[in-house]
């Protein structure tokens, strides 16, 4: 017998307009058969009833708004450390004993590492929004139960960060501290992917899985290599001259060992990528498997050629924090990788 959702999945692949079409119809649908259920009244929730219900595209948008955000403060976390102002605010949670702000007197140092705890609060809202958001759909006939995991995390984590921030600043910026502060960010960053893949998906619409176990496996395999890449090139920049403040110790590794271990591992991830890409192809490239994974080749060359650029030139600050940068991209596009060779885009409707 042939499959219903099967050749849903298979129309909405070969028709990209089909699955918006499917999802107007499927909602008339619901609206026919099930308006009167209890599922279907949308009373607002107990927790959320003054919160208009937020439309899809919305959820879509905080859902970037907090991968930006999250990949955003890996940014401007390097910019304190690479203008020396790990310490321009001397305390934690106050900025001095005397003073909960930054004061004039502290100079730049001090404006530069007070903003950056801002920026906390910034991320804290953009999460909040999101979680209440989801929430708000729970009590709808278009609940989104899919993004409350990576919601609840993410909001969750902002101010173990903070705690973790003000760490680093009473360790006097213990490079071990600064390190897992920043591998925390990355992991937030790869959290925040699959929220925007899952909130890219139709409500009331499942995912249907690739189907190829040989080539999920090899994603892990990627996923594992970038998160071996990331965690060496922490302990270089732990190893290395970019302290944040004149007096911080470092992990007392020899730079050039490390640095080195950290290229030959971003060989390893690059040959796995590139086998990724190839398999996704010789599959039939399934879904965005194959896209996916040619950007993070991309992404990988670029971010390669900037680290070889910025080992030559003795570290300038610029590339450094570009490099920065390239490290949250690639954490994106490996997570996306991964997540395209376990979901297809298409959809199914939720039975
Ligand atoms: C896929 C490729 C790569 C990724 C994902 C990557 C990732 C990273 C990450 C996450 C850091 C730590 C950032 C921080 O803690 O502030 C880092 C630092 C560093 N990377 Fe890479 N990297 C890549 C390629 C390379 C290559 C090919 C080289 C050259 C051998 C290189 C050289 C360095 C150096 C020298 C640092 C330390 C910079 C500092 O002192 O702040 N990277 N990398």
């Keep these: 017998m042939v499959d219903r959702g099967e050749n849903i999945r298979a129309a909405a692949e070969a028709y990209p307009t089909f699955a918006a079409h499917l999802q107007v119809a499927y909602d008339d649908s619901v609206s026919t058969t099930t308006a009167r259920t209890p599922r279907a ?31 955003g403060i890996i940014v401007t976390g390097g910019a304190v450390r690479l203008t020396d102002s790990g310490l321009g605010c001397p305390d934690w949670p106050h900025c001095t004993s005397g003073s909960i702000a930054a004061t004039p007197e502290m100079g730049l140092h001090g404006a530069i590492e007070f903003g950056n705890r ?37 909001l969750c984590v902002i ?41 890219a998906r139709p409500a009331r619409m499942a995912p249907a899985r690739v189907g190829h176990p040989w080539l999920e496996r ?4 990627v996923l594992a290599a970038t998160a071996a890449v990331v965690y060496l090139g922490a302990v270089v920049t732990g190893s290395g001259p970019h302290a944040g403040d004149p007096e911080a110790r470092r992990t007392g590794l020899d730079v050039a060992v490390v640095t080195q271990l950290h290229g030959d591992a971003v060989l390893l991830l690059v040959g796995l990528s590139i086998g ?12 965005r498997s194959a896209a996916a994974a040619a950007v993070l080749v991309a992404v990988e060359f670029a971010q390669g050629l900037i680290g070889v650029v910025q080992y030559r030139l ?36 939720v039975r």
């Design 41 to 71: 009244q949308d009373d607002g929730g107990r927790f959320t009833r003054w919160v208009p219900l937020p439309s899809e595209a919305t959820l879509r948008r905080l859902a970037v708004a907090s991968l930006l955000t999250q990949g």
């Design 118 to 154: 801002l920026l906390t609060f910034v991320l804290g809202l953009v999460a909040a929004a999101m979680l209440v958001a989801v929430v708000r759909t729970l009590s709808s006939d278009r609940a989104r139960r899919d993004l409350l995991v990576p919601s609840v995390f993410l």
């Design 159 to 199: 101010p173990a960060q903070a705690v973790i921030g003000g760490i680093t600043v009473w360790t006097d910026l213990n490079p071990w501290v600064v390190m897992f502060h920043f591998l925390v960010s990355a992991v937030l960053v790869g959290v925040a992917t699959v929220l925007v893949r899952r909130a």
């Design 314 to 349: 003795e570290l300038p600050e610029l590339l450094v924090g570009l490099h920065m940068l390239g490290a949250a991209a690639m954490v994106f596009a490996a997570v996306d990788a991964w997540y395209a060779t376990r979901w297809l885009p298409s959809v199914q409707p």
């Design 276 to 287: 990724l890409y190839f398999t996704a192809r010789a599959l039939g490239s399934p879904g």
């Design 218 to 221: 090899l994603a892990v395999l």
